[in-house]
């Protein structure tokens, strides 16, 4: 069974409404929560691929990417949990994992599971709730994996059309 069904959800997803890149993260974790998250990656055979600038990288351990000079370039780490959906990772603080997804990826019932899975998968690893802010909206979450349900939920209603 789904987490959420497309027709209720659909707004959020509109990239006219919400911007394009929303921001999701996971607030409240550590050093070790990141690293669990990359391990996660691994498990799974999830295709990634880390970079420094223009310069494509193993993908090291959390503790060696989140001890980088405050001064130096953010390195991102691109995950596709299948071929057609991406996360784009950004290591700026060791207590919030955050990404972003491009809306334009996540249209339609079957894109929104592989989404909801993903969330799923980061949020049961880590024991962590991962919200979703619209584009710029940092703080104000609109759905995210709920620890205690075990599912992704809606955090507000969606806007009418």
């Given at each position: 069974m789904a987490d959420l069904l497309w027709d209720d959800v659909s707004s959020f997803f509109d990239p006219d409404l919400m911007g394009s890149?929303?921001?999701?993260?996971?607030?409240?974790c550590?050093?070790?929560?990141?690293?669990?998250?990359?391990?996660?990656?691994?498990?799974?055979?999830?295709?990634?691929q880390y970079s420094e600038g223009d310069t494509a990288l193993p993908v090291p351990r959390a503790e060696s990417v989140l001890s980088r000079?405050?001064?130096a370039e953010?390195?991102?780490?691109?995950?596709?949990?299948?071929?057609?959906?991406l996360a784009i990772f950004r290591f700026h603080d060791d207590e919030v994992i955050d990404f972003d997804v491009d809306l334009w990826e996540l249209q339609g019932q079957e894109r929104l599971d592989v989404f909801c899975g993903f969330l799923r998968e980061?949020?049961?690893?880590?024991?962590?709730?991962?919200?979703?802010?619209?584009?710029?909206a940092h703080g104000r979450p609109v759905?995210?994996?709920?620890?205690?349900?075990d599912r992704v939920v809606l955090l507000t209603e969606p806007p009418i059309i």
């Open positions: 890149l929303p921001d999701v993260r996971v607030p409240g550590s050093v070790e929560g990141w690293q669990a998250v990359l391990d996660l990656f691994e498990e799974r055979g999830w295709k990634c000079p405050a001064d953010c390195p991102e780490l691109r995950v596709w949990p299948t071929p057609d959906v980061i949020g049961r690893r880590v024991g962590r709730p991962v919200l979703m802010d619209p584009e710029g759905l995210g994996f709920d620890v205690e349900a």
